[in-house]
């Protein structure tokens, strides 16, 4: 009898270990399933300009372009962006906000809304969203054609 008892104590404890450990285990490999998810889930970055191409026409009813490359990180996103020239301080345009959306290769296009007589010596560009923004000035040459800067 005594041999039975200590038998049926030992299987008792091997059930109580046994469904410890699988409680334990399960409840372990959720906590750290959990850990590895948030940590999954970053923000995307602060939008950063790192690199403007402006164009400008050679005739009266030309309107400057710029194409500026934000990173492939914000493909999709939706971004307000703004160009504003000027040429001896004065200003050539409205600088008027745009929304549009980032291309897939990280790129975002905006033409002027008007055109300008003068070519631009300058040009502010500032691209926002979700509560980050970046601004840069480019200095430009006063001619036609594309001129870049990369920050």
Known sequence: ???DALILIGVILTIIIVISGLYFYFNYTNITSNRVENSNTSLTPDIEIQRIDITTGSSLSSKSSANIFVGTNHAGETVSVSTHYYRNGNSL????TINTTVSQEGYISITASSASKYYPDKCIVSVANNGS???K????????GTQSASF
Do not use: A, P, Q
């Open 137 to 144: 000035t480019v200095k430009l040459s006063i001619h036609s």
């Open 133 to 135: 923004n970046d601004t």
């Open 1 to 3: 009898m005594r041999r």
């Open 93 to 96: 345009n409205d600088g008027e």
